[in-house]
Antibody
Framework: QVQLVQSGAEVKKPGASVKVSCKASGYTFISYYMHWVRQAPGQGLEWMGLINPSGDSPTYAQKFQGRVSLTRDTSTSTVYMELSSLRSDDTAVYYC???????????????WGQGTLVTVSS | SYELTQPLSVSVALGQTARITCGGNNIGSKYVHWYLQKPGQAPVLVIYRNNNRPSGIPERFSGSNSGNTATLTISRAQAGDEADYYCQVWDSSTGVFGTGTKVTVL
């Protein structure tokens, strides 16, 4: 069965960086794009970016350009999301989500990780 | 950037029908997907490509999309349907989520 298992909660100070991992299993890792979505406390879902595990350059939401970096390790079927220059409003649950790609304009998320809470506080 | 607007909340009596709207400019030209999210849990896909149900999702969930509004319909609402619901589209190489709707079953 498909599983996306994320790393544990993090507490960071403003200005620091955080790196969250998402380990995939139960399917062919390089065959599916992986996305990252975050959710601030009591707020909605916000798309951050995507990575093609087979090697293309990641795509980032404009809001996070320059602050976020998505990478992958095919040997361990793991994707990583690193967010730098953290601010208090980056406090959120961060999810990885596997893309079910039908066409270039029909893209949605069929499996999600359990989420990782990142708290930014001085 | 593209925006999707949902009502903040929808209430439905047990066993009745709930309709959750998702408004966006010419959204009928896009594919709309829907997720439910229960407190403390990750989102779950309930409708994809406007009106398709993943395996394991009850037939009570259905979707439509036309003009400037997409709609998720929950028939014969059950207490377990209480959740936040989000619509989602893909626009200009970007994922876009709706603002979210809290569904309460009375």
């Amino acid at each position: 069965q498909v599983q996306l298992v994320q790393s544990g909660a993090e507490v960071k100070k403003p200005g620091a960086s955080v790196k969250v991992s998402c380990k995939a299993s139960g399917y062919t890792f390089i065959s599916y794009y992986m996305h990252w979505v975050r959710q601030a406390p009591g707020q909605g879902l916000e798309w951050m970016g995507l990575i093609n595990p087979s090697g293309d350059s990641p795509t980032y939401a404009q809001k996070f350009q320059g602050r976020v970096s998505l990478t992958r390790d095919t040997s361990t079927s793991t994707v990583y999301m690193e967010l730098s220059s953290l601010r208090s409003d980056d406090t959120a649950v961060y999810y990885c989500a596997r893309e079910k790609h039908i066409t270039s304009v029909c893209r949605f998320f069929d499996y999600w990780g359990q989420g990782t809470l990142v708290t930014v506080s001085s | 950037s593209y925006e999707l607007t949902q009502p903040l909340s929808v209430s439905v009596a047990l066993g009745q029908t709930a309709r959750i709207t998702c408004g966006g400019n010419n959204i009928g030209s896009k594919y709309v997907h829907w997720y439910l999210q229960k407190p403390g849990q990750a989102p779950v896909l309930v409708i994809y490509r406007n009106n398709n149900r993943p395996s394991g999702i009850p037939e009570r969930f259905s979707g439509s999309n036309s003009g400037n509004t997409a709609t998720l319909t929950i028939s014969r609402a059950q207490a377990g349907d209480e959740a936040d619901y989000y619509c989602q589209v893909w626009d200009s190489s970007t994922g876009v989520f709706g603002t979210g709707t809290k569904v309460t079953v009375l």
